[in-house]
Each structure stands twice: as C-alpha cells, then as structure tokens.
C-alpha cells in the first residue's frame, strides 16, 4: 500500500506557456502533500507543502505565484507551473503522508520531468 | 538553520567490504532523522527512521546527538546496496515536512 502516482512522467512545452502536474494517492487519503524539485545530480529541494482544503505554504525564495498549488481533495494534488521558462525545467517530484503514518514517513511519486523549450 | 550535510557524493567499495554513509545535522531542537534510498530507476523510499531504531536490510544508524550525527551503516555490503541514499530530517515547520542532504551515492563493485 501507500502508493502515489505523477501524471505526467514527463512533459515538454514551449516558453510562455503553463503546465499542469498531478499527484495522486492511489490507495490512502493523504492530508499532507509535499511538492519538490531537483535539479541534475543535487538533492531534492522542497518547494511547498500542500494541505487539503487550505492554501499551500510555500518555502523561502519560492514564488507562489509562478507554482501555483491545489489540494482539492484527500487524493489528489496538482502543481501548475505558469509560464514556463527554460531555467523552470527540472525534475519535480511530490511526496504524500497518511494521516495515521509514522512522523517524517512520505510516500514518494516516480517524479515529473519538464523540459521548457 | 535546519540543515544535513552528506560530505561524500560517492562512496565506492567492494561487495563484502563494510560501509558507512556519513550525515550530519544542525537543528536546534530535537530532529528526527531518516534515511531514504533511491534504488536506480525506482522513486524515493524509506530506508529506515532513527526512532524505530530498527536494521533494515542490514543497515543501522545511530543518532548521536553530542556529534549531531546520523551515519548509515552496514557491516557487509551486497551489490543489489548500490543506490543514492539520502539523509533527511524532520523537525520545525510542522507537517512533518522534511529537509533532505545532498546525497551520497553507494557504488558497491563485485
């Protein structure tokens, strides 16, 4: 159990335009989602942490409006990336927490690849 | 400041040689750390929590808070061992949110 998902594994667009990324938990309601990024070879860098319900907090230095983050229900997430450039490109990466889990513990998704042209 | 600093990007030893993955934290309050692995081509997953203080695949780590050090490690190491492995905390913030180190990369050769 405690699986998430990412849709899409990968996705290129052009500059200028938005994208939309999904996290999904399959088989748990997750109250918590966290949403990061990592760049070639470097750790993963959490950018915000989403709740259901409420408004995503965002991390130091992140600009909530250009990463913009829903959390509309207990299974799912989405990060939109708006107008995208090519220094946005990355590997983004979400994370979900069950409720009833162990502190710390995050189920990870197999992470989003975005290519901005 | 929250912050794990993994000091090696690369740890390279042979199967059967013992391994010891070093991390370190700064966080003025009482952490809870974790280990995560990154098998090739696999997501991110639990490795094992300090609190549990469980072994896990043979690994161990030992918090100790006078060196405020959380290294991972395992006596014999086995091939299928090669993977990133990152050390995490969590502490302030809420939401159990964690901060990761930079990761070290386990290369075990036959």
């Known amino acids: 159990g405690a699986v998430v998902s990412q849709h899409p594994s990968r996705v290129i667009c052009k500059s200028g335009t938005s994208v939309k990324i999904e996290c999904r938990s399959l088989?748990?309601?997750?109250?918590?989602m966290f949403w990061y990024r990592q760049f070639p070879k470097q750790s993963l860098m959490l950018m915000a942490t989403?709740?259901?319900?409420?408004?995503?907090?965002?991390e130091q230095g992140v600009e909530k409006d250009k990463f913009l983050i829903n959390h509309a229900s207990l299974t799912l997430s989405t990060l939109t990336v708006t107008s995208a450039h090519p220094e946005d490109s990355s590997f983004y990466i979400c994370?979900?927490?069950?409720?009833?889990?162990?502190?710390?513990?995050?189920?990870f998704g197999p992470g989003t690849r975005l290519l901005v042209l | 400041a929250q912050r794990v600093t993994q000091p090696e990007k690369l740890l390279s030893v042979f199967k059967g040689a013992p391994v010891e993955l070093k991390c370190n934290y700064s966080?003025?309050?009482?952490?809870?750390l974790f280990w995560y692995v990154q098998y090739s081509r696999q997501r991110l997953q639990l490795l094992l929590r300090?609190?549990s203080r469980e072994s896990i695949k043979g690994f161990t780590a030992d918090l100790n808070k006078g060196e405020t050090s959380f290294h991972l490690k395992k006596p014999f190491a086995q091939e299928e061992d090669s993977a990133m492995y990152y050390c995490?905390?969590?502490?302030?913030?809420?939401?159990?949110?964690?901060?990761f180190g930079a990761g070290t990369r386990l290369a075990v050769h036959p």
């Open positions: 966080y003025s309050g009482s952490p809870e």
């Open positions: 995490a905390l969590s502490g302030a913030g809420g939401y159990n949110k964690l901060i």
């Open positions: 994370s979900a927490s069950r409720p009833s889990g162990a502190p710390g513990t995050q189920y």
């Open positions: 300090h609190i």
């Open positions: 989403s709740n259901e319900g409420s408004k995503a907090t965002y």
């Open positions: 088989d748990f309601q997750a109250t918590t």
